[in-house]
């Protein structure tokens, strides 16, 4: 019977993520023939025997381990499901890991995971700023279950780093949350730096595990598991989902771990369900397609944006002619510059507001990764359970506004800004003239 290295392979040549996409994981003859792979809308499965049924649950349950070449059958959608399985196969193609776990959200596949790896009197090094609800579930969840978050910024050196994790209790620390780039900031971690540092301190009773969430770069243009990752998450909303019609989430990891993880899927039940499986199959179909074509217009605004007299900075990645260290990690780590820019207009809130106001084929919308293009205000929306000072000290200002560039033609998304800028220009020029 064919496996699924069987179907990566044409003449013992690789194929390529964005081929295997198509196929990968799914027999045409398993379903009348379809080419596409059915939605497996069904809540349990039939067993051919009693004795089957028995040997599922065993391995399940990890009653016992599982003989070569034997995989558990299908039980119940919360514990697998035909859908699901395809997807997860495909999950992994682009970052190369062993297995994924495909979940009903994001935050699912966030919360699932550090409530599957840790435990009470661990201690969570993380990077900041993170999305707000990954901050909020760090810092005012985690401790309910007597798990400490303490942050570090993006732009910390090794040697900070290293100083920060010798002020933590040893045997305490079990895990580095990063997320790179940064939300809102594009602020690049060195994931490198943050698996050495991992490695250096883990011992087999005590492992630290290096998390990051990939979403702002998805699994096209960033690969942390190659550069030491252990767990690598994605709101699959975003980028993967990519138009705005389903909210799901994603872990990838080695199979021990996911082993982990997906025992507490189960038991927590935060699994996607098959419909919206079957969606994110249709996806990552055109995955690549979506983000290379938003990426090549966001770099044409992001460099019009930084010309334009009414933008004090912009936040991109082949902006970071002002330090050397983050250039060298984009170097390292990053493909492409992706698709998100952020910018602080001169001004304040009033004139973010101003701008955001104005925007007509641009949506005033918070999430990203979508086919349109989105508009929003981070400090009073997607990152507003943080205190004002805090967002001061993450660079989150009053005057930054994040755009999430679609696959719209770029010439129409400037005329848009163009007008958005001239509407906030009129404004201050009456306040000039009345002053």
């Known amino acids: 019977m064919p496996t699924l290295h069987d179907h990566a392979h044409i003449g013992g040549q690789q194929l390529r993520p964005e081929s295997l996409m198509m196929s990968y994981g799914y027999t045409p003859a398993w379903s009348e023939g379809a080419i596409k792979p059915p939605i497996f809308q069904t809540s349990t499965f039939v067993f051919n025997s009693a004795e089957e049924g028995k040997a599922f649950f065993e391995l399940a349950y990890g009653l016992r381990q599982a003989n070569p070449d034997e995989e558990m059958g299908l039980i119940y959608s919360r514990l697998n499901n035909p859908s699901l399985e395809i997807l997860e196969h495909r999950l992994t193609l682009w970052d190369g890991a062993e297995e994924a776990a495909s979940f009903a959200s994001g935050m699912a ?84 730096a943050c698996a050495a540092l991992a490695r250096q301190h883990s011992t087999p009773e005590n492992p630290i595990r290096l998390v990051v969430d990939n979403t702002f770069l998805g699994p096209v243009f960033q690969h942390p598991l190659k550069h030491g990752a252990d767990v690598v998450l994605y709101s699959a909303t975003k980028f993967l989902g990519g138009h705005s019609d389903l909210i799901a989430g994603a872990a990838l990891a080695s199979k021990p771990l996911m082993k982990e993880i997906k025992a507490m899927r189960t038991f927590m039940g935060t699994m996607c369900d098959p419909n919206t499986g079957w969606m994110l199959m249709r996806s990552l179909e055109t995955l690549k397609l979506r983000m290379e074509r938003a990426a090549q217009s966001a770099q044409i605004i992001a460099d019009w944006l ?58 005033l919308a918070v999430s990203l990764g979508g086919t349109e293009s989105l508009a929003e205000h981070p ?57």
């Open 109 to 192: 596949a966030i919360s699932t995971t550090l409530l599957a790896l840790l435990k009470p009197g661990d201690v969570v090094l993380h990077s900041e700023p993170v999305y707000g609800g990954s901050d909020f579930f760090l810092k005012n969840v985690l401790p309910k279950f007597g798990i400490t978050a303490v942050g570090f910024r993006p732009t910390s050196t090794p040697e900070e780093l290293t100083a920060q994790v010798a002020g933590i209790e040893q045997g305490r620390l079990a895990m580095i949350f990063v997320e790179t780039p940064a939300n809102p900031t594009n602020h690049l971690v060195d994931l490198e």
């Open 306 to 363: 930084r010309a334009h007299p009414l933008v004090a900075r912009t936040y991109y990645l082949t902006h970071l002619e002002h330090c050397l260290a983050q250039q060298d990690i984009y170097r390292r780590h990053c493909l492409s510059p992706g698709s998100m820019i952020s910018f602080d207009i001169k001004g304040g809130q009033a004139e973010a507001f101003r701008f955001l106001n104005a925007l007509r084929l641009i949506k």
């Open 379 to 435: 400090a009073t929306m997607t990152h507003s359970d943080i205190s004002v000072p805090e967002q001061a000290e993450m660079g989150i200002t009053p005057q930054m506004i994040r755009l999430s560039i679609g696959v719209e033609d770029p010439q129409d998304l400037m005329l848009d800004l163009s007008q958005a800028f001239e509407a906030v220009g009129m404004v201050k020029a009456r306040e000039m003239e009345m002053a």
